[in-house]
């Protein structure tokens, strides 16, 4: 029996599982990351901190499994976009902690660039191009924006504030890691006693950042050239069956069973490629929507990069030797945010209970909720825009609050289910999630009637971490083609939409646009 370890760093855990030939979990391990808010708007992870318990996840999942270190064939990593960190690797001096994806620091400069006069020339030039040439890379140019949860401003913030490390970019001694690089350099050179290691990322994790351009396959020189980002600051990108990935050093870990140890790095993905695999969407016009503290759904558009006008984004899907399959993206930031906020005021005491809570009323007696704490994303797109119920009565109970809490939920997913067929002018059959929030059956059956599409719910809702194991397996040979992995898909349960329901839905989400209207521009 051949065992794969598959560890995944998210937002607000890191997990390692081990898994055997037939992706059957034989022990896990799980941690909390401690989020740090230092200022308002601002999210941090402490680096070393992070490291500790990835250390100590993947030595525990190991021991849960009962199984020794040299009988695990291949170890596959999955890791949150869109959080990174710059430092000195060689002598390990950090010059900030762990930005996250979520992090607002850079909130006014995104403003001041977005009204600003180089951003609107750039994107009139774009758009000339693309009147010329009908390329769609010229044309995703022509609507660029920049936005908080990329990486570009972010770093531009940082670099413009924090002397240390402005003063160790012009000697050369910075470099900038994203999560997945940081924990691969980490891994492979035994927490820097081996410090030449290559500085390489996976094409998944740049493919998101902004300083990515898709239609090229490398770092943009727009970047580099409007911003200033050096692309020596900047990792490598490699595929994602890089082979130069090495092998778990030894001296990462404690215990004598861990010495002479040789487990390769068999692939390094973004969590939502590695839901993306989790979800075996291996096919064109494939999605998946994950549920998690944010919602992110992504359909597969295959060998063509599809440029967006209504913010969608076009990414990297996977990439194996020159194959490179893509897709669009879009984003509500705020899902289990909003489950999470709920139960801080008190409105349930168990997010699992706001299900049966929410069918225990026939509706929301008019009441809406608009889910904006970190604004509206695509097709909105208004980052200013507030949150809030609007529509409340002497009648309103507190069951009403909830039901509109999770509808407001679903009518973000179907804006971005009918923006993605927009853009991509193909037709959304299935859609199939994951995430802590899919797990509740009143948002996925309303998500069915809303859209009137099939809802597919798996029986295990740990995509990203199957997602890693698959990616891995298949990257070590243990399977030969991907359609060999979907005999490990088990159904939970499969939502059909009701078509009395969805001509309701659809009325109570035009209302549900209304309300957004009194709450864009707030900020």
Aim: with cysteine; hydrophobic share 40%.
């Amino acid at each position: 029996m051949q065992y794969i370890a598959a560890l995944d760093v998210g937002t607000t855990t890191v997990r390692c599982f081990i898994l055997n030939e037939n992706c059957e979990i034989k022990g896990s391990s799980k941690r909390l990351v401690e989020l740090l808010n230092p200022e308002p708007g601002y999210f941090e992870i402490e680096p070393e901190a992070l490291w500790r318990k990835i250390i100590a996840v993947i030595e525990d999942a190991v021991k849960a499994a009962q199984i020794r270190p040299d009988q695990i064939s291949c170890f596959g990593i999955s890791s949150q976009r869109c959080t990174f960190l710059t430092w000195n690797h060689l002598t390990q001096e950090y010059y900030h902690n762990f930005i996250t994806w979520k992090d607002l620091r850079a909130d006014s400069m995104v403003d001041e660039w977005n009204d600003g006069y180089t951003l609107k020339t750039l994107n009139g030039f774009s758009y000339a191009l693309y009147l010329l040439t009908r390329s769609n890379r010229f044309l995703a140019g022509s609507v660029l924006k920049m936005m908080n949860g990329q990486v570009t401003l972010r770093l531009l913030h940082e670099i413009q504030r924090n002397h240390r490390l402005k003063e160790a970019i012009k000697l050369k001694k910075a470099r900038m890691e994203l999560l997945d690089s940081w924990i691969l350099y980490k891994l492979r050179s035994g927490n820097g006693k081996e410090p030449n290691v290559e500085h390489i990322s996976d094409v998944t994790s740049c493919t998101a950042t902004g300083l990515f351009d898709p239609f090229i396959l490398n770092w943009s020189p727009i970047m580099n050239l409007i911003f200033g980002i050096q692309p020596i600051l900047l990792p490598k990108i490699v595929n994602n069956i890089c082979e130069n990935l090495g092998f778990l050093h030894p001296d990462c870990f404690m215990g004598l069973e861990w010495k002479n140890t040789h487990i390769p790095i068999t692939s390094s993905i973004s969590d939502q490629t590695a839901a993306i695999f989790g979800n075996q969407c291996f096919n064109k016009d494939d999605v998946k929507i994950t549920m998690g503290t944010g919602a992110f759904l992504n359909l597969i558009t295959g060998s063509c990069c599809q440029a967006s006008l209504k913010g969608m984004y076009p990414l990297v899907a996977w990439q194996f030797n020159k194959q490179t399959i893509y897709c669009v993206e879009g984003a509500a930031h705020d899902i289990g945010t909003i489950i999470a906020w709920g139960q801080q005021c008190g409105l349930y005491t168990d997010p699992t209970e706001t299900s049966s809570i929410a069918e225990s009323v026939k509706d929301s007696d008019g009441v809406f909720f608009i889910p904006a704490f970190s604004g509206l994303g695509a097709p909105l797109n208004d980052h200013k825009a507030a949150s809030g119920f609007i529509g409340i009565k002497p009648s309103t109970r507190r069951a009403h609050l909830i039901r509109a809490l999770l509808e407001s939920i679903v009518f973000r997913l179907v804006l971005l289910c009918e923006t993605a067929e927009q853009e991509t002018k193909r037709q959304i059959k299935l859609l199939r999630v994951d995430g802590g929030v899919s797990r509740n059956s009143f948002i996925c059956q309303f998500l069915a009637d809303t859209s009137g599409k099939q809802v597919e719910r798996p029986l295990c809702s740990e995509s990203s971490i199957m997602g890693a194991c698959y990616a891995a397996g298949f990257n070590y040979g243990l399977w030969k083609d991907l359609n060999e992995i979907k005999k490990f898909r088990k159904i939970d349960r499969l939502f059909k939409p009701c078509l009395q329901e969805y001509e309701v839905n659809r009325k109570l989400l035009n209302k549900w646009l209304d309300a957004v209207n009194r709450f864009k521009n707030w900020y």
